[in-house]
Nanobody
Framework: QVQLVESGGGSVQAGGSLRLSCAQFGYSTYCMGWFRQAPGKEREGVAIIDSNARTTYADSVKGRFTISKDNAKNTLYLQMNSLKPEDTAMYYC?????????????????WGQGTQVTVSS
């Protein structure tokens, strides 16, 4: 039905930048987002976007991260600037058909395999 494949993770020093990509295959979805999970912590929302390009960001990333979607390429992006060590986590792409996008990870039915982001001080 829907397959999500993330790429773009890696290791950077604090203050650096990375861009994550999430290629979507199958049916189109209304809500898409990026979530992250650090070792020993619960999965948390980073940024979400709906089909009308309305976005929501976690307070911790506002002004540093930008979520966007290229509908022609069926690809979701997360541009991450001014990275901090506390941004270190596995980053996951998620999607759902339903409207009324929530910032809660458990609301999303489709997930990618994740891509690791490591920020060193």
């Amino acid at each position: 039905q829907v397959q999500l494949v993330e790429s773009g993770g890696g290791s950077v020093q604090a203050g650096g930048s990375l861009r994550l990509s999430c290629a979507q295959f199958g049916y189109s979805t209304y809500c898409m987002g990026w979530f992250r999970q650090a070792p020993g912590k619960e999965r948390e929302g980073v940024a979400i976007i709906d089909s009308n390009a309305r976005t929501t960001y976690a307070d911790s990333v506002k002004g540093r991260f930008t979520i966007s979607k290229d509908n022609a390429k069926n690809t979701l992006y997360l541009q991450m600037n001014s990275l901090k060590p506390e941004d270190t986590a596995m980053y996951y792409c998620a999607a759902d058909y339903r409207t009324g996008c929530l910032f809660t990870p458990t609301w999303y039915n489709y997930w990618g395999q994740g891509t690791q982001v490591t920020v060193s001080s």
